[in-house]
């Protein structure tokens, strides 16, 4: 069942919990303990989307897989030949016990024998729910259900017959589903059975809170009935499910982060603190005054160690904000004195979809584990909504079970201490919230058939016993051990703007760093300027003396004034011979530890965001006529020129006694077709040639490819023969800076398009994420980013891929040529605020670290750092 997904008050289930856990006895420890708290769960999180290699084989042999259904409504065959291990439903206290206290219905004993007795001759292990939102309505008509304190009596009378009559079969028993979700949804928000919505007057407002009350009262007495009449003799568990979702504050504001604690102590820690301390949370207690019932002496003793396991239903993650509560607030409800907005908006990929994000029930599980002292738990509840009469091909819950799954996994090694997992639901059935308009199962049944006909085409559950993995976007289970000894790792900056130290704490292997063309000869050409020299070979050999490997850019988007105001710069062929002076003074002071080089940093962003879109220096936007029409071409041309002369210069006069490699960049996008018609197909080859094959072509097959000869005619310079000869096989490696995928759509070359430059040429639209900075040292989103890239060049060079490096983009927050200190790619903060421009390590830099340990979980970032810095909220 899923309650929250619907409800605009709804709850929030994260953070630390006060008074007896220990946790934040006043505000200031209150507010960084649970910052502290934060940090390490979100560390935890690894940077995971979740654990994504993995079989059955990697959970331990008595951790249990299997799905979950309100009532019995399955076919155990069905069951057996996907080979679950175990089955979670739920007995009908009606159908069982028609009048809700008296004689049992015999064919309601006969029903659940029967399932019980198939279910085990098919090896499939019974998980019960005595209660999933079934009051017999004799109770209900009585004495108001729930309401009462008699339900306690019946309820656990109930409990007995079933104790009694399955009991020898069933190991495992949930007393009351959702138990928060019961009370709440089912008093005061009206959303779920009985259905209540209270009138606004003060009598009304403790439904919720008694209804709690009586749930954790009967649950209580259920379990120590068990535990006197038939632990002995069944040796079963008794445990108590609660609806969980993962909750994060809102913005990092401090109110927010209170408001965060404060939910979770509402929610989880309402009905679960009773379980373990004895009471409820001081903050339920301190706001909801007289109206919460409290416990007597006995009741707490009761109450407390009654539950040997709990069960948790998770679906998704929220957002928290603070409400404070006013004089013009005219209830005090179990709404109200929870004092928060709820803000559900976590980027769903679809409307009738939940957003796919694992890390939340990785979350709640190592919540669990640090308050409650590591109990035993079941992820009772997990899946994925869709439309129902979609399509077979549910490959949306494929990824969003896959990925929980491997959320779980993570949490479990390093911790937790999970039992097992039933995915929600078997069979499509009638949602309590979504009818039949929505569904969660595993098999889609057809409701116009008349013997409802259950068809097996959804993809999740092939062959995940045993032998395949389930279908992944990226390596995710990795170290640096799976990677070759002579591949490097590393950062890269434009202009060095680091400090060695902190990247030898880190563990870089590599750094690479651009050498600034105007800092070592101010002029262009001409005498080197001494100073510049001095600063580069410190910083060569402060690097080689922390084990940390040059690569060295010679052009990254820093052209000497000079030059650009003599000719044009790169627009005139007079800059090959410069280019290839500047180079040679590169190698002959610093080729004798340099091993590798890259002549031009992102050489297409050069041409053409420097010189027709007017985004990067010079900042070139040509007027429209047809004399600036080939600017983007002729600096492309110049390029290839200056870096195969340079190449040349290399391999003639260095390469023997300094065995090194001289390489060329480019920036590269993943392309695919916007739609699958021909057209973009052909618009996507079309844009690769453009992008990547305008300037790599020439480079190992001597020219340019066709289609950009035939759209570009006499705009782009044709190769003499010599050139051509010069430009192919002058490289050693290709540089690759990747950082989005894009789609492309095809634009027909028209008469009405006025310009004939570069943009025209390729004929086609590109329709097209970075973090802000000062947001927060938790950059979970860029850990996530790069691990999943590298899980993703280890699946290319698992294929064959004959990558040698990678360099994550930058080590230190720094001035972004098109983002300025507005955006940040940094491992590292930098404090500009700060004389001393102090550095602090983010998530990432201390992911990236850990990485090259060896390991794949880490715990914190900088603990020097400010508050509002590595809290784990962005405002």
Known sequence: MDWFSVCQRRFCILGGTAGKCGWFPELQEYEMGYSDFLSVIYFALLACTAADHYTRADFPADFVFGSATSAYQGDVKLMSEIGLEALRFSISWSRLIPNGRGPVNPKGLQYYNNLIDELINHGIQPHVTLYHVDLPQVLEDEY?????????????????????????????????????????????????????????????????????????????????????????????????????????????????????????????????????????????????????????????????????????????????????????????????????????????????????????????????????????????????????????????????????????????????????????????????????????????????????????????????????????????????????????????????????????????????????????????????????????????????????????????????QVLEDEYGGWLSRKIVKDFRAYADVCFREFGDRVLYWTTVNEANAVAAAGYEDGLIPPGHFPPFNVDSWNQTYIVGHNILLAHSATAKLYKNKYKATQKGYVGFSINAWWLVPHTNTREDIIATQRANDFYIGWLINPLFFGDYPETVKNNAQTRIPAFTKYESKQVKGSVDFIGVNHYCTVSVKNRPITTDITTKGYDADKALWLICQRTRRNGTLMDTSRVEYIHAYIGSMLDAMRNGSNTKGYFVWTFLDCLELLYGYESSFGLYYVDLDDKELKRYQKLSGKWYSNFFKGGNVISEPSKNAPFHLRSGFSQ
């Not at 301390?277 to 416990?295: C, L």
């Not at 079970?401 to 491997?406: K, L, Q, R, S």
Request: hydrophobic share 35%.
């Open 144 to 560: 108001g259900g729930w309401l009462s304190r008699k339900i306690v009596k019946d309820f656990r009378a109930y409990a007995d017959v079933c104790f009694r009559e399955f009991g020898d079969r069933v190991l495992y028993w949930t007393t009351v589903n959702e138990a928060n979700a019961v009370a709440a949804a089912g008093y005061e928000e009206g959303l779920i059975p009985p259905g209540h919505f209270p009138p606004f007057n003060v009598s009304s407002w403790n439904q919720t809170y008694i209804v709690g009350h009586n749930i954790l009262l009967a649950h209580s007495a259920t379990a120590n009935l068990y535990k006197n009449k038939y632990k002995a003799t069944q040796k079963g568990y008794v445990g108590f499910s609660i609806n969980a979702w993962w909750s994060v504050p809102h913005t990092n504001t401090r109110e927010d982060i209170i408001a965060t604690q404060r939910a979770n102590d509402f929610y989880i820690g309402w009905l679960i603190n009773p379980l373990f301390f004895g009471d409820y949370p001081e903050i339920v207690k301190k706001n909801a005054q007289t109206r919460i019932p409290a416990f007597t002496e006995y009741e707490s003793k009761q109450v407390k160690g009654s539950v040997d396991f709990i069960g948790v239903n998770h679906y998704y993650t929220v957002s928290i904000m603070d409400r404070p509560i006013t004089a013009d607030i005219i209830t005090r409800d179990f709404d109200a004195d929870k004092a928060l907005w709820l803000i559900y908006d976590q980027g769903q990929p679809a409307p009738d979809e939940y957003a796919v994000m694992p890390s939340g029930l990785y979350g709640v599980l190592e919540y669990l584990k640090q308050t409650y002292g590591n109990p035993p738990i079941y992820i009772q509840e997990n899946g994925q909504k869709t439309r129902r009469n979609g399509t077979l091909m549910d490959t949306s819950r494929v990824e969003y079970i896959h990925a929980y799954i491997g959320s779980m996994l993570d949490a479990m090694r390093n911790g937790s201490n999970t039992k097992g997992y039933f995915v929600w639901t078997f069979l499509d059935c009638l949602e309590l919230l979504y009818g039949y308009e929505s569904s969660f199962g595993l098999y889609y049944v057809d409701l116009d058939d008349k013997e409802l006909k259950s068809v097996r085409g959804r993809r999740l559950i092939k062959e995940f016993r045993g032998k395949l993995q389930l279908a992944c976007t990226a390596a995710d289970h990795y170290t640096r051990a799976d990677f070759p000894a002579d591949f490097v790792f590393g950062s890269a900056t434009s202009a060095y703007q680091g400090d060695v130290k902190l990247m030898s704490e880190t563990g870089l292997e590599a750094l690479r760093f651009s050498i600034s063309w105007s800092r070592l000869i101010p002029n262009g050409r001409g005498p080197a300027n001494p100073k510049g020299l001095q600063y580069y070979n410190n910083l060569i050999d402060e690097l080689i003396n922390h084990g940390i490997q040059p690569h060295v850019t010679l052009y990254h988007i820093d052209l000497p």
